[in-house]
């Protein structure tokens, strides 16, 4: 009878180690492998804001603000509280007089008072003969990181239904007149 525990144990043991050595080793396997890019693009965004004084060459323009600010000049407190609309050029390079491809079509608004922050939607629209259609991205814009992503949400044409990450960084900023953004995309679903 003894014997019979003994072996009851020890097989009850081995089962357990075994069993823990399987979950262990699973635990280091990924799950999935991460899928690669289907598409890979960079552009440039050039935005220059109306401040009163250049209409010729704004870009964009506040259409609302706080009652503390107005629609001329972004508000103090991180700008919070003003929306901005726009229709920019978009490049292959960063030079704001180089031939646009299309143009960055949408709107901003400032959303914290405690860091300077915003949330965009806008598309990408292109009319050329490299690309026809359009890209659509939303998301949250931490504006002081080096870096940071939002999601393409979708497109047309060339980009019909696309999917994937847009990874901005400002390539430059003067004031608060002109900023241009640079947008490295990674798509991963492409049709």
């Not at 600010?69 to 030079?95: E, K, W």
């Not at 965009?120 to 259609?133: L, M, R």
């Not at 044409?157 to 400002?170: E, K, P, V, Y």
Request: hydrophobic fraction near 40%; charged fraction near 20%; glycine fraction near 8%.
């Amino acid at each position: 009878m003894e014997k019979v525990m003994k072996e009851k144990r020890l097989s009850s043991i081995l089962f357990i180690v075994v069993f823990l050595c399987g979950s262990t080793s699973m635990a280091h396997k990924p799950f999935r492998q991460l899928p690669q890019p289907c598409n890979h693009l960079v552009f440039y965004f050039h935005d220059v804001i109306y401040n009163g004084e250049n209409a010729g060459n704004a870009t964009s323009a506040i259409v609302a603000a706080p009652s503390w600010g107005n629609r001329t000049i972004l508000s103090g407190l991180n700008h919070f509280g003003d929306m901005v609309v726009f229709d920019d050029p978009i490049t292959l390079d960063n030079n704001l007089h180089s031939r646009p491809v299309g143009r960055a079509q949408g709107m901003f608004f400032y959303d914290k008072k405690e860091i300077f922050t915003a949330w965009v939607a806008f598309s990408f629209v292109f009319n050329s003969t490299n690309h026809k259609g359009s890209i659509d991205f939303v998301g949250a814009d931490i504006l002081m990181n080096k870096t940071r992503d939002i999601s393409v949400i979708g497109g047309t044409g060339d980009f019909f239904m696309t999917r994937g990450i847009a990874t901005l960084s400002t390539d430059a900023m003067e004031g608060e007149v002109y900023f241009r953004l640079r947008v490295d995309i990674n798509l991963y679903e492409c049709y």
